[in-house]
């Protein structure tokens, strides 16, 4: 089966149609919806945080028994808490050995990179399509 270009344009047209109608929906939704949400979830997050460094026990809001579960708004807000260990000798040794084998990491991903790139050039080496992605943006009036 051999695919024209006129085809591709006329999916191409057929699916731009589509992203325009949902992208013009989801800014009218979000405008309605959106933002009013993240404006409340942003107030919950910071009096929650404050909470928390007041010393207020949040276990209270995990768990089958959490006081964050709205059935009459058919919601359950999920509080995840991330704890690090306080400084100390011992961890900032290690984080330092850490931070040395992610840049040894970091050197051998660009030799690798430039090894791959030499070979191709040289022709020693072909390249092959890994993966196509398609990208929907807005043209600038």
Do not use: W
């Not at 006129?6 to 191409?12: C, D, F, K, P």
Request: proline content about 3%.
């Amino acid at each position: 089966m051999n695919i024209k270009t006129t085809e591709l344009v006329e999916l191409g047209s057929v699916a731009a149609e589509a992203y325009d109608d949902c992208d013009t929906a989801l800014k009218a939704l979000n405008d309605s919806f959106g933002l009013p949400y993240e404006s409340a979830k942003d107030n919950l997050l910071r009096d929650v945080t404050l909470a928390d460094t007041q010393g207020l026990d949040l276990s209270i809001f995990s768990g089958d028994n959490s006081r964050f579960k709205f059935p009459k708004h058919n919601t359950n807000i999920v509080v995840r808490i991330s704890r690090v260990p306080t400084p100390h000798s011992k961890l900032a040794a290690l984080a330092d050995k850490v931070s040395k084998l992610e840049a040894e990491l970091k050197m051998a991903k660009m030799r690798l990179k430039h090894a791959a790139e030499q070979l191709v050039l040289s022709g020693e080496c072909d390249e092959r399509t890994e993966k196509i992605s398609l990208a929907f943006t807005r043209l600038k009036k």
